[in-house]
């Protein structure tokens, strides 16, 4: 073996072992997402956070799901647009000091309880009317909330580009 040769495989153990021992070296400081061994903040996010990623979604999926006339999957998202209130009312039972749960049940029972129907018969028109409800229903809430400027609409394209919502 040549010196140039040694001093290769010299190197790359050098390289080996230096990354091994590497990490074990780095201080939470030096890590970008810090202690690894540490114990996870509790997650509680805010009333903000839980409308994006819980009822948003799903109310445009809920929207694409019935322009398919994909029934099931229509279903499926009304029961999850439901999950996700519910968690919203107990994560957050108090907002801007009005009470969560009302707010809920006096603006999506009746928008929900006839979507569910509409569902059950599978009948477009009358899914396009109380989708209709529930969106107007949102933005009517907001607006009591005093966040009239967060209007809701129906679905124009699809967000999800990863799921498919035509029948199959």
């Known amino acids: 073996m040549g010196v140039r040769m040694a001093a290769m495989v010299a190197l790359a153990g050098f390289i080996v072992l230096a990354a091994m021992i590497w990490p074990a070296h780095r201080g939470a ?12 903040a509790p997650f509680n996010p805010q009333m903000s956070a839980l409308m ?7 109310h445009a999926k809920l929207g694409l799901a019935g ?14 647009l439901r999950q996700g209130f519910l968690v919203v009312s107990h994560a957050v039972p108090r907002w801007k000091g009005l009470p969560v749960p009302d707010l809920v049940d006096a ?27 529930l969106t107007a229903a949102c933005s009517a ?7 009239a400027f967060i209007v ?4 124009d394209a699809s967000a999800f580009p990863n799921q498919e919502f035509q029948p199959k």
Do not use: V
Request: contains cysteine; charged residues 25%; aromatic residues 8%.
């Open 152 to 155: 809701i609409k129906a679905p």
């Open 52 to 58: 994006s990623m819980l009822i948003q979604p799903r």
């Open 67 to 80: 322009k398919a006339e994909n029934w099931p999957l229509a279903r499926y998202a009304l029961k999850e």
């Open 107 to 133: 603006a999506m029972t009746n928008p929900i309880t006839r979507l569910d129907f509409a569902i059950k018969l599978r009948a477009p028109k009358q899914f396009d009317e109380a989708y209709g409800e």
């Open 29 to 40: 400081a030096d890590n970008p997402f810090g202690d690894p061994n540490a114990e996870p």
């Open 141 to 147: 809430c907001h607006g009591t909330t005093d966040n």
